[in-house]
């Protein structure tokens, strides 16, 4: 699987961004999928992941409630809508894959078999 991530870019504290993570070769039947980001100096952090059956989305507290994970299986594609961004959101945002994941360890990045090549976005105060 060869994930492509797009939509990243330069905001306005408050403002939106929709990244997008499109899958090259394979379909996503199965997979659970996933956003990771790393700010500057810090750790790849956890943001979100969704099941393959579409059931209850997993998000970081950080980002509850002004994110959301979905996905178009049809499309092999997945999405994260980011509303009312902070400064604080500012990092490379990364998609992952996995089909082998357990539930567990969803928020662990060394889980994921599949990563994108990771997108900036930048949010300015």
């Known amino acids: 699987v060869q994930l492509q991530a797009s939509g990243g870019g330069l905001v306005h504290t408050g403002g939106s961004l929709r990244l997008s993570c499109a899958s090259s070769?394979?379909?996503?039947?199965?997979?659970?999928l996933g956003w990771f980001r790393q700010a500057t100096g810090k750790e790849r952090e956890f943001v979100a992941a969704?099941?393959?059956?579409?059931?209850?989305?997993f998000y970081a507290d950080s980002v509850k409630g002004r994110f959301t994970i979905s996905r178009d299986n049809a499309k092999s594609t997945q999405f994260l809508q980011m509303n009312s961004l902070q400064p604080e959101d500012t990092a490379v945002y990364y998609c992952?894959?996995?089909?082998?994941?357990?539930?567990?360890?969803?928020?662990?990045?060394?889980?994921?078999?599949?990563w994108g090549q990771g997108t900036q976005v930048t949010v300015s105060s």
């Open positions: 992952v894959a996995s089909l082998t994941i357990i539930h567990s360890n969803l928020r662990i990045p060394s889980a994921y078999d599949y």
């Open positions: 070769g394979r379909t996503f039947n199965g997979y659970t």
């Open positions: 969704l099941k393959w059956t579409n059931s209850n989305p």
